[in-house]
Nanobody
Framework: VQLVESGGGLVQAGDSLRLSCGAS????????MGWFRRAPGKEREFVAG???????TYYADSVKGRFTISRDTENTVILQMRSAKPEDTGIYYC?????????????????WGQGTQVTVSS
């Protein structure tokens, strides 16, 4: 089982960025998915989550209204970032959880990707 993130990079404040997470090794249609990030010198934090049928989405207050999580296919999850801020800088990880509902707690997830770096300059 493998999760691979892509789409990270360097953008300016106010720009948009689209992160993608591709899963392989099994079908993830019965997995909820989440995005987390780790900013320099900080703990990993929840960013967004989506249920396995894409019927429910969840967001951290810091990104609500700016980020959108979606399932492009049963094995691909997208995090659309808009109005990026310097405080959005960090390594972004996607994760899969063998339950219907996503969770804001990293310990609840079963599989993780290696992460993709996002840097937002002011």
């Amino acid at each position: 089982v493998q999760l691979v993130e892509s789409g990270g990079g360097l953008v300016q404040a106010g720009d948009s960025l689209r992160l993608s997470c591709g899963a392989s090794g099994r079908t993830f249609d019965r997995y909820s998915m989440g995005w987390f990030r780790r900013a320099p010198g900080k703990e990993r934090e929840f960013v967004a989550g989506i249920s396995w049928n894409a019927g429910s989405t969840y967001y951290a207050d810091s990104v609500k209204g700016r980020f959108t999580i979606s399932r492009d296919t049963e094995n691909t999850v997208i995090l659309q970032m808009r109005s990026a801020k310097p405080e959005d800088t960090g390594i972004y990880y996607c994760a899969a959880r063998r339950t219907f509902t996503a969770s804001p707690f990293a310990g609840d997830y079963d599989y993780w990707g290696q992460g993709t770096q996002v840097t937002v300059s002011s």
